[in-house]
């Protein structure tokens, strides 16, 4: 059974491009995460999604973030007009229905230049 | 509302040495508590998971317990190798979810 899987794992993007993280949730699990850690920073929380449905995103900024974990596939998060103050690790973590671990996967390196 | 704080912020130690990493929480109503490594530019490697209802666990030279009253944990590494150096962070969902609260982290490291 893999791990929680990040890709790209690094990602160069202009300022005014978009980005698109994508986290495949190991198999089974039905929960996933996403969380951004900005330099010399803690991880901090976004967004938690189940499948097809935004359970709480309290954490994403108000514009220019978005999520999604649809039936198929797996969960994007997508990040429109980037800025330089993006520039961060971000990271998926899933946990299956009435699990009690969440699994992280290792991250995507996002650099806004 | 949950919060993380870890102390030290940065630990420097000779090879060798035993060391104690501190973790406190405010919310002692937790499902677990999670202490990661971190290393630099990577991702996060699980240490070792309590869950609630635990108050130790130990894997090789590690040991975390978890003190729900006093809102603590810590983390015990025992005989510190050069290898040992990164960030632990320990992390705690807040009730109900595993939506993770991190601490800041300490940076450690062991010097040969």
Known sequence: NAGVMQNPRHLVRRRGQEARLRCSPMKGHSHVYWYRQLPEEGLKFMVYLQKENIIDESGMPKERFSAEFPKEGPSILRIQQVVRGDSAAYFCASSPEGGTEAFFGQGTRLTVV | ?112
Request: charged residues 15%; glycine residues 8%; contains cysteine.
């Open chain 2, 1 to 112: 509302k949950q919060e993380v704080t870890q102390i030290p912020a940065a630990l420097s130690v000779p090879e060798g040495e035993n060391l104690v990493l501190n973790c406190s929480f405010t919310d002692s109503a937790i499902y677990n508590l999670q202490w990661f490594r971190q290393d630099p530019g990577k991702g996060l490697t699980s240490l070792l998971l309590i869950q609630s209802s635990q108050r130790e666990q130990t894997s090789g030279r590690l040991n975390a317990s978890l003190d729900k009253s006093s809102g603590r944990s810590t983390l015990y590494i025992a005989a510190s190798q050069p290898g040992d150096s990164a960030t632990y962070l320990c992390a705690s969902p807040t009730s109900g979810t595993y939506k993770y609260i991190f601490g800041t982290g300490t940076r450690l490291k062991v010097l040969a």
